[in-house]
């Protein structure tokens, strides 16, 4: 999730674990703590861009962290802290264990991918909340400001605090009945048109949980659809684009190969262009809200130097697919307003 989000987060389980003892303290504490596991970008200081991403939400992610990092901010603390004498060592580690843990555990439920188990690769996607979301962060910031300006003893502070655990945490659970009806429908709309598929994955769109994004993986190829909670109709599906796993073979065993597969979550497609190989990481989902949509929007044009080592060129979606030349960074190339007038209409349904 944005950091502003997990800021939150952090603030609100440190208040409810230590705020009537320290007041604000375990607020602006909490914060800090909710923030840590995303420290781990500093490893784009010491290695390349494609192994920092990889980097990305392991051992600071992992269940394994706050047992790690929890006692020595909880010892620290306790040190600088020494005269709060009706605090003590355990509420530190309470605080610092709890605000840290549910950084990744609300990171699992993004895009991503956290690797809550590390050092094993799993790493979990459940893909029910959007990496921004205001329906789950502005509440849940309203009601910490309204507790930061009650009296630490005060029954408010609890309750505003409470009320922004709850609202928030509710949300959650309601974001998976409806990552559960979209899966339901489109795999019951794959039904009917007789579809054999593999499997379904649902992800939320753009700051919402109405729209939802769906990779359907077929055999030897993918194809794509939305599905909205105000849809009347079926689904519409996307052309199959072709897997061509195959054309990865020869470097199958280089690791930065095997990199760019697990930060797909093993979801990609191979093209050809040019005698380019090129690398399609389905992540992101796909470009545009119709039938026309299509996956191409990150990818890696894979390379050898002339010492025999894989090089990798990171590229930013192709606006006209396989056939144009030019590469359009996804970023900088964008009609924005186009773009939210098209994602407007096809979350108002079909």
Known sequence: MDSLTQIVLGASVAEASLGKKIGNKAIVLGALAGTIPDLDIISRFFVDDLTASVMHRGFSHSLLFPFVSAPILAWILNKIYSKYQNVSYFDWLKMFFLAIITHPLLDAQTTWGTQLFWPFEWRIAIENIFIIDPVYTLPFLTFLLLTAFQNRLSRKRKLYNSLGLIISSTYLLTTLTFKGIAHYKIAEALDKNNVEYKDINTRATYFNSILWSAQIELEDSYMFTYYSLFDKSMPVFTKEFPKNHEMLKPFIGEKKIQQLIILSNGHFIMSNENDELIFWNLKLGQKGFDKNASPYIWSYVIEKNNKEQIQLDETNEKMDALKVK?????????????????????????
Do not use: M
């Open 326 to 350: 030019e590469r359009r960074s996804f970023r900088n190339n964008r009609n924005y307003s186009e773009e939210f007038s098209k994602f407007y209409e096809r979350l108002k349904g079909i």
